[in-house]
């Protein structure tokens, strides 16, 4: 079994910046290619990024690159989502997903999911 637990979600202004950590349990995490979700109130989840074990390669959704950064730290079984330059179309709820796949931008190809964290971003 894999465990993901997201946090540092908040309230923020448009223009400002959080980080979101996703901690994971199982002693198999660095060969899991990591992910991140976000889904709005009626909309369907959308992707957002995603890291591959070998943290060499990463894709990003048109609407967030050059705004967000995914990370990994395979020591502390962690990965990150850096959002910078936040706006009111960012709120969602953030997952973080796992898959034995690479480069996998759809939700049915990760089996593996966070309980979510909000974000909101006001104007």
């Known amino acids: 079994q894999v465990q993901l637990v997201e946090s540092g979600g908040g309230l923020v202004q448009a223009g400002d910046s959080l980080r979101l950590s996703c901690a994971a349990s199982g002693r198999d995490f660095s060969r899991y290619t990591m992910a991140w979700f976000r889904q709005a109130p009626g909309k369907e989840r959308e992707f957002v990024s995603t890291i591959n074990w070998s943290d060499r390669s990463t894709l990003y959704a048109d609407s967030v690159k050059g705004r967000f950064t995914i990370s990994r730290d395979n020591a502390k079984n962690t990965v990150f989502l850096q959002m910078n330059s936040l706006k009111p179309e960012d709120t969602a709820v953030y997952y973080c997903?796992?898959?034995?796949?690479?480069?996998?931008?759809?939700?049915?190809?990760?089996?593996?999911w966070g309980q979510g964290t909000q974000v909101t971003v006001s104007s």
């Open positions: 997903a796992a898959t034995d796949y690479y480069d996998r931008t759809r939700k049915e190809d990760y089996n593996y």
